[in-house]
């Protein structure tokens, strides 16, 4: 059963737009979230993380929102660049957990 | 530099061959992982291991092992590999979250294993 989930297989996004992707969780337990970006033949880059005791993290261009009572967390690139074309997945976890819980991934394409 | 090193970036195998793919970590991280990555399905996690000799059963354990004989090592091994397998195999690893070495709960991957078994 996925516990994390990324219900928008693919996004196109103008340069110099705003791109959101969204995840959902169905696990109360997870307190931890982070976002991970692929590119082709390559493995997974961490972007961004996020802590259960916030509602909100920023890192230059990119800021991850959560939502507990909605489990519900969503990645907002502002502004959009075509080097952000990419593959990304959001990932749970518990804090004191090992294992990590990844989603189906969201391809996303900024268009120049 | 942090770095998860995979033996191969693409590998091709025959239906019933036994198939062996390496992963090295530098950080001496306790946590190491196997995931195989799939159109559609994301990342799923295949086998773990949070110590030397052990190992944890991810979501897809079934048509795979994995042996973990020293902490900078993890191998995941196809004991007769099938069709199905093909796939992207991503190698990660992690420090506990006990350990304070940090930053934990963020896992480290390798460039990823493309196997074709044909």
């Known amino acids: 059963d996925q516990q994390v989930k990324q219900n928008s297989p693919s996004l196109s996004v103008q340069e110099g737009r705003i791109s959101i992707l969204n995840c959902d969780y169905t696990?109360?337990?997870?307190?931890?979230f982070l976002w991970y970006k692929k590119y082709p033949a390559e493995g997974p880059t961490f972007l961004i993380s996020?802590?259960?005791?916030?509602d909100k993290n920023e890192d230059g261009r990119f800021t991850v929102f959560l939502n507990k009572s909605a489990k519900h967390l969503s990645l907002h690139i502002v502004p959009s660049q075509p080097g952000d074309s990419a593959v990304y997945f959001c990932?749970?976890?518990?804090?004191?957990?090992?294992?990590?819980?990844f989603g189906t991934g969201t391809s996303l394409t900024v268009i120049p | 530099d942090v770095k998860v090193t995979q033996s191969s970036r693409y590998l091709v195998k025959r239906t019933g061959e036994k198939v062996f793919l390496e992963c090295v970590q530098d950080?001496?991280?306790?946590?190491m992982f196997w995931y195989r990555q799939d159109p559609g399905l994301g990342l799923r996690l295949i086998y773990f291991?949070?110590?030397?000799?052990?190992?944890e059963k991810g979501d897809i354990p079934e048509g795979y092992s994995v042996s973990r004989e020293k902490k900078e090592r993890f191998s995941l091994i196809l004991e007769s590999a099938s069709t199905n397998q093909t796939s992207m195999y991503l190698c990660?690893?992690?420090?506990?979250?006990?350990?304070?070495?940090?930053?934990?709960?963020?896992?480290?991957f390798g460039p990823g294993t493309r196997l074709t078994v044909l």
């Open positions: 990660a690893s992690s420090s506990h979250p006990w350990t304070g070495k940090g930053p934990y709960n963020e896992q480290f």
């Open positions: 696990n109360s337990m997870f307190d931890y």
């Open positions: 996020i802590s259960s005791i916030k």
């Open positions: 990932a749970a976890s518990r804090r004191t957990g090992n294992q990590f819980y």
């Open positions: 950080m001496d991280h306790e946590n």
């Open positions: 291991s949070y110590d030397v000799k052990m190992k």
